[in-house]
Protein backbone atom coordinates (compact mmCIF):
# COMPACT_ATOMS: atom_id res chain seq x y z
CA UNK A 1 0.00 0.00 0.00
CA UNK A 2 1.40 3.33 -0.74
CA UNK A 3 1.44 5.81 1.54
CA UNK A 4 -0.77 8.93 1.06
CA UNK A 5 0.80 11.26 3.61
CA UNK A 6 1.65 13.93 0.90
CA UNK A 7 -0.26 13.05 -1.65
CA UNK A 8 -2.88 16.16 -0.99
CA UNK A 9 0.36 18.29 -1.27
CA UNK A 10 1.26 19.48 -4.97
CA UNK A 11 4.89 20.60 -5.52
CA UNK A 12 5.99 23.69 -5.41
CA UNK A 13 8.58 25.35 -8.19
CA UNK A 14 11.59 27.67 -6.72
CA UNK A 15 10.15 30.39 -9.11
CA UNK A 16 6.24 30.02 -6.34
CA UNK A 17 8.53 29.78 -3.56
CA UNK A 18 10.44 32.61 -4.64
CA UNK A 19 7.25 34.69 -5.60
CA UNK A 20 5.62 33.86 -2.07
CA UNK A 21 8.45 35.03 -0.57
CA UNK A 22 8.44 38.30 -1.96
CA UNK A 23 4.89 38.61 -1.36
CA UNK A 24 5.54 38.04 2.21
CA UNK A 25 8.13 41.10 2.30
CA UNK A 26 5.30 43.64 1.59
CA UNK A 27 7.54 45.68 -0.74
CA UNK A 28 10.88 44.89 0.49
CA UNK A 29 13.99 44.36 -2.06
CA UNK A 30 14.22 40.53 -2.43
CA UNK A 31 18.34 40.42 -3.00
CA UNK A 32 19.02 43.32 -0.27
CA UNK A 33 16.34 41.65 2.91
CA UNK A 34 16.82 38.30 2.74
CA UNK A 35 20.04 37.04 0.53
CA UNK A 36 23.62 37.88 2.13
CA UNK A 37 27.05 37.27 0.78
CA UNK A 38 29.51 35.23 2.95
CA UNK A 39 33.53 35.84 2.72
CA UNK A 40 34.01 33.30 0.44
CA UNK A 41 32.18 35.55 -2.37
CA UNK A 42 28.88 32.80 -1.50
CA UNK A 43 25.52 34.26 -1.77
CA UNK A 44 23.15 32.40 0.75
CA UNK A 45 19.39 32.35 -0.48
CA UNK A 46 16.44 32.32 2.43
CA UNK A 47 15.39 29.00 0.61
CA UNK A 48 16.97 26.12 -1.14
CA UNK A 49 14.88 23.75 -3.62
CA UNK A 50 15.82 20.64 -5.34
CA UNK A 51 17.20 22.01 -8.31
CA UNK A 52 20.53 21.19 -7.74
CA UNK A 53 23.18 20.15 -10.21
CA UNK A 54 26.24 18.33 -11.07
CA UNK A 55 26.40 17.54 -6.92
CA UNK A 56 29.47 16.07 -5.58
CA UNK A 57 29.66 12.15 -4.73
CA UNK A 58 27.88 11.12 -1.39
CA UNK A 59 30.40 11.25 1.14
CA UNK A 60 32.17 7.92 2.20
CA UNK A 61 32.59 9.32 6.30
CA UNK A 62 30.88 7.55 8.79
CA UNK A 63 29.80 9.82 12.01
CA UNK A 64 29.08 6.39 14.10
CA UNK A 65 32.96 6.03 13.20
CA UNK A 66 34.05 9.39 14.65
CA UNK A 67 36.48 8.76 17.45
CA UNK A 68 36.73 11.46 20.47
CA UNK A 69 40.51 12.47 20.66
CA UNK A 70 42.21 13.42 23.96
CA UNK A 71 45.26 15.95 23.42
CA UNK A 72 48.02 15.65 26.07
CA UNK A 73 50.94 17.34 25.78
CA UNK A 74 54.19 15.14 26.99
CA UNK A 75 56.56 16.67 29.70
CA UNK A 76 56.06 14.96 32.41
CA UNK A 77 56.31 11.27 30.75
CA UNK A 78 54.90 9.71 33.99
CA UNK A 79 52.34 11.93 34.29
CA UNK A 80 51.29 11.76 30.64
CA UNK A 81 50.99 8.02 30.72
CA UNK A 82 49.18 8.50 33.87
CA UNK A 83 47.11 11.35 32.19
CA UNK A 84 46.12 8.73 29.03
CA UNK A 85 44.91 6.10 31.18
CA UNK A 86 42.54 8.59 33.06
CA UNK A 87 41.40 10.15 29.57
CA UNK A 88 40.35 6.72 28.17
CA UNK A 89 38.74 5.67 31.00
CA UNK A 90 37.10 8.53 31.06
CA UNK A 91 35.89 8.39 27.25
CA UNK A 92 38.41 8.77 25.06
CA UNK A 93 38.56 6.74 22.26
CA UNK A 94 41.80 8.29 20.54
CA UNK A 95 45.34 9.62 22.03
CA UNK A 96 47.13 12.34 20.37
CA UNK A 97 50.53 13.04 22.09
CA UNK A 98 53.11 16.35 21.16
CA UNK A 99 56.33 16.21 21.86
CA UNK A 100 58.67 18.44 21.17
CA UNK A 101 61.34 17.17 23.36
CA UNK A 102 63.80 14.96 21.45
CA UNK A 103 64.87 13.51 24.70
CA UNK A 104 61.74 11.59 25.50
CA UNK A 105 61.61 8.11 26.26
CA UNK A 106 58.95 7.59 23.42
CA UNK A 107 59.34 3.84 23.67
CA UNK A 108 58.53 3.96 27.30
CA UNK A 109 55.43 5.98 26.49
CA UNK A 110 54.67 4.16 23.63
CA UNK A 111 54.75 0.79 25.60
CA UNK A 112 52.81 2.25 28.34
CA UNK A 113 49.83 3.60 26.22
CA UNK A 114 49.39 1.50 23.59
CA UNK A 115 47.98 -1.48 25.69
CA UNK A 116 45.00 0.67 26.39
CA UNK A 117 43.83 -0.36 22.64
CA UNK A 118 43.11 2.93 21.34
CA UNK A 119 44.56 4.55 17.78
CA UNK A 120 48.01 6.75 19.09
CA UNK A 121 48.97 10.19 17.40
CA UNK A 122 52.32 11.21 17.92
CA UNK A 123 52.28 15.25 17.10
CA UNK A 124 56.38 15.45 16.53
CA UNK A 125 57.63 19.41 17.13
CA UNK A 126 60.66 18.50 15.32
CA UNK A 127 62.32 16.15 12.70
CA UNK A 128 64.24 13.47 13.69
CA UNK A 129 65.23 10.40 11.60
CA UNK A 130 66.45 8.59 15.25
CA UNK A 131 63.66 9.17 16.60
CA UNK A 132 61.63 8.11 13.94
CA UNK A 133 63.52 5.10 13.51
CA UNK A 134 62.38 4.18 17.42
CA UNK A 135 58.78 4.59 16.27
CA UNK A 136 59.32 2.56 13.13
CA UNK A 137 60.54 -0.16 15.16
CA UNK A 138 58.11 -0.27 17.73
CA UNK A 139 55.15 -0.07 15.12
CA UNK A 140 56.57 -3.26 13.12
CA UNK A 141 54.56 -5.38 16.62
CA UNK A 142 51.72 -2.60 16.33
CA UNK A 143 50.88 -1.79 13.05
CA UNK A 144 48.23 0.89 12.08
CA UNK A 145 47.89 1.96 15.74
CA UNK A 146 50.59 4.31 15.56
CA UNK A 147 50.47 7.29 13.81
CA UNK A 148 52.98 9.96 13.32
CA UNK A 149 52.59 13.70 12.60
CA UNK A 150 55.30 14.72 9.91
CA UNK A 151 54.62 18.02 8.30
CA UNK A 152 57.70 19.89 7.45
CA UNK A 153 55.76 22.31 5.23
CA UNK A 154 53.51 23.48 8.12
CA UNK A 155 56.54 24.22 10.29
CA UNK A 156 57.87 25.96 7.43
CA UNK A 157 54.79 28.01 7.16
CA UNK A 158 54.06 28.24 11.14
CA UNK A 159 57.45 29.30 11.77
CA UNK A 160 59.09 30.75 8.73
CA UNK A 161 62.13 28.39 8.96
CA UNK A 162 62.80 24.60 7.70
CA UNK A 163 63.06 22.11 10.85
CA UNK A 164 66.56 22.36 11.88
CA UNK A 165 69.13 19.68 11.87
CA UNK A 166 68.41 18.52 8.44
CA UNK A 167 69.74 19.46 5.41
CA UNK A 168 66.42 18.46 3.60
CA UNK A 169 63.92 18.11 5.14
CA UNK A 170 62.44 15.71 2.64
CA UNK A 171 64.80 13.06 2.55
CA UNK A 172 64.41 12.70 6.09
CA UNK A 173 60.44 11.68 5.69
CA UNK A 174 61.47 9.47 2.00
CA UNK A 175 63.50 7.52 5.00
CA UNK A 176 61.39 6.45 6.94
CA UNK A 177 58.35 6.35 4.61
CA UNK A 178 59.20 2.53 3.39
CA UNK A 179 59.51 0.96 6.66
CA UNK A 180 56.45 2.62 8.33
CA UNK A 181 52.86 0.63 7.91
CA UNK A 182 51.02 3.71 9.20
CA UNK A 183 50.06 7.32 8.80
CA UNK A 184 53.51 9.22 9.02
CA UNK A 185 52.38 12.65 6.95
CA UNK A 186 50.07 15.44 8.54
CA UNK A 187 48.90 18.30 6.93
CA UNK A 188 48.16 21.41 9.31
CA UNK A 189 45.41 22.71 7.84
CA UNK A 190 43.99 24.30 11.17
CA UNK A 191 47.13 26.75 10.74
CA UNK A 192 45.13 28.73 8.08
CA UNK A 193 41.92 28.94 9.75
CA UNK A 194 43.38 30.24 12.57
CA UNK A 195 45.35 32.71 10.94
CA UNK A 196 41.95 34.54 9.16
CA UNK A 197 41.95 32.37 6.09
CA UNK A 198 38.56 31.98 4.17
CA UNK A 199 37.46 28.58 3.44
CA UNK A 200 37.63 28.67 0.23
CA UNK A 201 41.38 29.65 0.76
CA UNK A 202 41.93 26.77 3.76
CA UNK A 203 40.60 23.99 1.15
CA UNK A 204 42.67 25.15 -1.58
CA UNK A 205 45.86 25.76 0.68
CA UNK A 206 45.27 22.41 2.48
CA UNK A 207 45.22 20.75 -0.59
CA UNK A 208 47.98 22.43 -2.29
CA UNK A 209 49.73 21.56 0.86
CA UNK A 210 49.66 18.04 0.62
CA UNK A 211 50.01 18.24 -3.07
CA UNK A 212 53.32 18.61 -2.70
CA UNK A 213 54.09 15.85 -0.49
CA UNK A 214 52.03 13.77 -3.61
CA UNK A 215 54.41 15.07 -5.69
CA UNK A 216 57.48 14.76 -4.04
CA UNK A 217 56.82 11.36 -1.97
CA UNK A 218 55.55 8.02 -2.68
CA UNK A 219 52.45 8.98 0.19
CA UNK A 220 50.93 5.16 -0.08
CA UNK A 221 49.89 5.49 3.43
CA UNK A 222 46.91 7.63 4.54
CA UNK A 223 47.35 11.20 5.31
CA UNK A 224 46.27 12.93 7.87
CA UNK A 225 44.70 16.50 7.98
CA UNK A 226 44.59 18.48 10.75
CA UNK A 227 41.79 21.19 10.44
CA UNK A 228 40.01 23.67 12.82
CA UNK A 229 36.21 24.32 12.40
CA UNK A 230 34.62 28.31 13.54
CA UNK A 231 31.29 29.06 14.08
CA UNK A 232 29.27 29.45 10.84
CA UNK A 233 27.57 26.24 11.60
CA UNK A 234 26.28 24.98 7.98
CA UNK A 235 29.16 26.45 6.29
CA UNK A 236 31.91 24.14 8.46
CA UNK A 237 29.92 21.31 7.82
CA UNK A 238 30.25 22.00 3.81
CA UNK A 239 33.81 22.61 4.51
CA UNK A 240 34.50 19.24 5.42
CA UNK A 241 32.90 17.62 3.05
CA UNK A 242 34.03 19.59 -0.24
CA UNK A 243 37.72 18.90 1.13
CA UNK A 244 37.21 15.48 1.35
CA UNK A 245 35.77 15.47 -1.74
CA UNK A 246 38.07 17.15 -3.75
CA UNK A 247 41.02 15.53 -1.98
CA UNK A 248 39.42 12.07 -3.13
CA UNK A 249 39.57 13.46 -6.66
CA UNK A 250 42.81 14.80 -6.62
CA UNK A 251 44.46 11.55 -5.23
CA UNK A 252 43.04 9.45 -7.93
CA UNK A 253 45.67 11.01 -10.25
CA UNK A 254 48.46 9.45 -8.24
CA UNK A 255 46.84 6.22 -7.46
CA UNK A 256 46.40 6.80 -3.89
CA UNK A 257 44.05 4.80 -2.95
CA UNK A 258 43.36 6.19 0.46
CA UNK A 259 41.17 8.22 1.86
CA UNK A 260 42.26 11.23 4.17
CA UNK A 261 42.39 10.55 7.93
CA UNK A 262 40.78 14.45 9.37
CA UNK A 263 41.41 15.32 13.04
CA UNK A 264 39.18 18.97 13.68
CA UNK A 265 39.30 20.78 16.68
CA UNK A 266 37.31 23.89 17.54
CA UNK A 267 39.06 27.22 16.63
CA UNK A 268 40.86 29.28 18.34
CA UNK A 269 40.10 32.45 16.18
CA UNK A 270 36.94 33.24 17.76
CA UNK A 271 37.38 31.89 21.51
CA UNK A 272 37.82 34.81 24.17
CA UNK A 273 39.63 35.27 27.89
CA UNK A 274 36.73 37.18 28.81
CA UNK A 275 33.40 35.64 29.81
CA UNK A 276 34.55 32.17 28.82
CA UNK A 277 32.19 29.97 29.53
CA UNK A 278 30.71 31.18 26.02
CA UNK A 279 33.47 29.36 24.81
CA UNK A 280 31.98 26.30 25.82
CA UNK A 281 28.88 27.09 23.55
CA UNK A 282 31.28 28.02 20.57
CA UNK A 283 33.29 25.04 20.85
CA UNK A 284 30.08 23.09 21.12
CA UNK A 285 28.45 23.79 17.91
CA UNK A 286 32.15 23.67 16.08
CA UNK A 287 32.06 20.00 17.64
CA UNK A 288 28.65 19.38 16.08
CA UNK A 289 29.65 20.78 12.92
CA UNK A 290 33.14 18.47 12.49
CA UNK A 291 31.09 15.64 13.25
CA UNK A 292 27.91 16.52 10.48
CA UNK A 293 31.25 17.34 8.14
CA UNK A 294 32.39 14.35 8.95
CA UNK A 295 35.57 13.95 10.54
CA UNK A 296 37.00 10.90 11.66
CA UNK A 297 38.31 12.27 14.89
CA UNK A 298 37.12 15.11 17.10
CA UNK A 299 39.83 16.61 19.93
CA UNK A 300 37.95 19.47 21.50
CA UNK A 301 39.22 22.51 22.46
CA UNK A 302 39.04 23.11 26.41
CA UNK A 303 37.25 26.23 27.44
CA UNK A 304 40.25 27.83 29.23
CA UNK A 305 42.66 26.25 26.70
CA UNK A 306 43.51 30.14 26.27
CA UNK A 307 45.05 31.21 29.50
CA UNK A 308 45.38 28.53 31.54
CA UNK A 309 47.59 25.15 31.32
CA UNK A 310 46.52 21.72 30.95
CA UNK A 311 43.62 20.62 33.64
CA UNK A 312 41.44 18.01 34.83
CA UNK A 313 38.81 20.38 35.05
CA UNK A 314 39.01 21.39 31.64
CA UNK A 315 40.08 18.55 29.96
CA UNK A 316 36.70 16.56 31.25
CA UNK A 317 34.23 19.15 30.31
CA UNK A 318 35.79 19.24 26.72
CA UNK A 319 35.63 15.76 26.68
CA UNK A 320 32.38 15.82 28.00
CA UNK A 321 31.00 17.91 25.30
CA UNK A 322 31.91 15.18 22.44
CA UNK A 323 30.30 12.34 24.99
CA UNK A 324 27.11 14.06 25.33
CA UNK A 325 26.58 14.47 21.69
CA UNK A 326 27.69 10.82 20.78
CA UNK A 327 26.13 9.31 23.39
CA UNK A 328 23.02 11.24 24.61
CA UNK A 329 22.33 13.93 21.07
CA UNK A 330 22.55 10.08 18.90
CA UNK A 331 25.05 11.98 16.53
CA UNK A 332 26.40 8.52 15.93
CA UNK A 333 23.48 6.96 15.16
CA UNK A 334 22.58 8.02 11.18
CA UNK A 335 25.84 7.99 8.78
CA UNK A 336 26.52 10.81 6.93
CA UNK A 337 23.41 13.58 8.09
CA UNK A 338 24.11 16.19 6.38
CA UNK A 339 23.66 13.96 2.69
CA UNK A 340 20.46 14.76 0.81
CA UNK A 341 20.39 18.59 2.44
CA UNK A 342 19.57 21.24 -0.48
CA UNK A 343 21.46 23.81 1.44
CA UNK A 344 23.96 21.97 2.95
CA UNK A 345 24.48 20.31 -0.39
CA UNK A 346 24.27 23.68 -2.20
CA UNK A 347 27.34 25.41 0.19
CA UNK A 348 29.20 21.87 -0.70
CA UNK A 349 29.23 22.27 -4.35
CA UNK A 350 29.89 25.90 -4.44
CA UNK A 351 32.80 26.02 -2.11
CA UNK A 352 33.97 23.18 -3.87
CA UNK A 353 33.96 24.74 -7.07
CA UNK A 354 35.92 28.31 -5.88
CA UNK A 355 38.33 25.97 -3.86
CA UNK A 356 39.28 24.03 -6.84
CA UNK A 357 39.76 26.82 -9.25
CA UNK A 358 41.96 28.57 -6.59
CA UNK A 359 44.00 24.95 -6.10
CA UNK A 360 44.80 25.63 -10.00
CA UNK A 361 45.44 28.76 -9.82
CA UNK A 362 48.06 27.78 -7.20
CA UNK A 363 49.21 24.75 -9.00
CA UNK A 364 49.69 27.15 -12.16
CA UNK A 365 51.96 29.85 -10.31
CA UNK A 366 54.44 27.20 -9.06
CA UNK A 367 52.72 25.51 -6.77
CA UNK A 368 52.02 25.97 -2.99
CA UNK A 369 55.80 25.60 -1.57
CA UNK A 370 56.80 28.79 -4.42
CA UNK A 371 53.87 30.52 -3.44
CA UNK A 372 54.86 30.31 0.36
CA UNK A 373 57.80 31.02 -0.24
CA UNK A 374 57.16 34.55 -2.84
CA UNK A 375 54.54 35.58 0.31
CA UNK A 376 51.75 35.41 -1.84
CA UNK A 377 49.72 32.76 0.34
CA UNK A 378 50.59 34.86 4.19
CA UNK A 379 49.45 37.64 2.31
CA UNK A 380 46.40 36.80 1.06
CA UNK A 381 45.31 34.95 4.37
CA UNK A 382 46.81 38.42 5.95
CA UNK A 383 44.17 40.47 3.78
CA UNK A 384 40.86 38.40 4.53
CA UNK A 385 42.11 38.16 8.48
CA UNK A 386 42.09 41.76 8.11
CA UNK A 387 38.78 41.77 6.19
CA UNK A 388 37.13 39.44 9.35
CA UNK A 389 38.73 41.84 11.82
CA UNK A 390 37.49 44.48 10.78
CA UNK A 391 34.06 43.58 10.91
CA UNK A 392 34.51 42.12 14.05
CA UNK A 393 35.90 45.81 15.26
CA UNK A 394 32.63 47.38 13.42
CA UNK A 395 30.67 45.14 15.96
CA UNK A 396 28.89 42.79 12.53
CA UNK A 397 30.95 40.16 13.27
CA UNK A 398 29.63 39.87 17.01
CA UNK A 399 31.77 37.45 20.22
CA UNK A 400 29.04 37.65 22.94
CA UNK A 401 30.96 38.76 25.99
CA UNK A 402 33.46 40.42 24.61
CA UNK A 403 32.09 43.27 21.32
CA UNK A 404 28.38 42.77 22.65
CA UNK A 405 27.10 42.39 26.25
CA UNK A 406 30.75 42.61 27.66
CA UNK A 407 30.57 42.56 31.99
CA UNK A 408 32.57 44.72 32.61
CA UNK A 409 33.23 43.33 36.31
CA UNK A 410 34.91 40.20 34.78
CA UNK A 411 38.86 40.26 35.86
CA UNK A 412 41.03 38.10 34.06
CA UNK A 413 44.68 39.84 35.00
CA UNK A 414 45.49 37.21 37.64
CA UNK A 415 44.02 34.14 36.05
CA UNK A 416 46.20 33.93 33.41
CA UNK A 417 48.64 31.29 33.44
CA UNK A 418 49.28 31.39 29.74
CA UNK A 419 49.80 34.12 27.29
CA UNK A 420 46.78 34.20 25.32
CA UNK A 421 47.86 36.76 22.69
CA UNK A 422 49.95 36.59 19.46
CA UNK A 423 53.83 36.32 20.31
CA UNK A 424 56.13 37.64 17.85
CA UNK A 425 59.92 35.61 17.98
CA UNK A 426 62.75 37.48 17.26
CA UNK A 427 64.68 35.73 14.83
CA UNK A 428 65.65 35.53 11.49
CA UNK A 429 63.26 33.86 9.23
CA UNK A 430 63.16 32.51 5.26
CA UNK A 431 59.65 33.83 4.65
CA UNK A 432 57.13 35.63 6.76
CA UNK A 433 55.33 32.77 8.89
CA UNK A 434 51.87 32.80 9.18
CA UNK A 435 50.76 33.78 12.72
CA UNK A 436 47.22 32.52 14.03
CA UNK A 437 45.91 35.52 15.73
CA UNK A 438 42.20 35.67 17.76
CA UNK A 439 39.55 38.30 16.79
CA UNK A 440 39.38 39.86 20.12
CA UNK A 441 42.80 40.24 21.02
CA UNK A 442 43.07 43.87 20.66
CA UNK A 443 39.93 44.35 22.91
CA UNK A 444 41.56 41.91 25.63
CA UNK A 445 44.12 43.64 26.00
CA UNK A 446 42.73 46.96 26.39
CA UNK A 447 40.52 45.88 28.85
CA UNK A 448 43.51 43.49 30.73
CA UNK A 449 45.33 47.55 31.51
CA UNK A 450 42.56 48.91 32.59
CA UNK A 451 41.72 46.24 35.06
CA UNK A 452 41.80 47.55 38.42
Not at 9 to 36: C, D, M
Not at 102 to 125: C, F, M, R, W, Y
Not at 341 to 349: A, K, V
Not at 368 to 381: E, S, Y
Amino acid sequence: MSNPLFSEFNPLSSKQWKQQIQFELKGAEYNETVVWDSPEGIRVKPFYHNDLDNLLPLSSSKASACKIGQSIFVFDIEKSIARAIDSVARGAESLRFQIDDEAIDVLHLLNSVTQLGVPIHLKLGFLNTDFNQKINSFNQTHPGQISIYNDPIGYFAREGNWHAGSADNFEVIKAQETKFTGSYLSIDAALYQNAGATMVQQIAYSLGHANEYLNRLNCQQPLIFQWAVGSNYFFEIAKLRAFRSLFNLIAQEYNHHHTCHIVVSPSKRNKTIYDYNVNMLRSTTECMSAILGGADTIINLPYDALYHKDNEFGDRIARNQLLILKHESYFDKVDNPADGSYYIESLTQQLAEKSLALFQELEANGGFLQQLKDGVITRKIQESAAKEQALFDEGKTVLLGTNKHPNKADRMKHDLELFPFVKIKGRKTLITPILEKRLAERVEQERLQTES
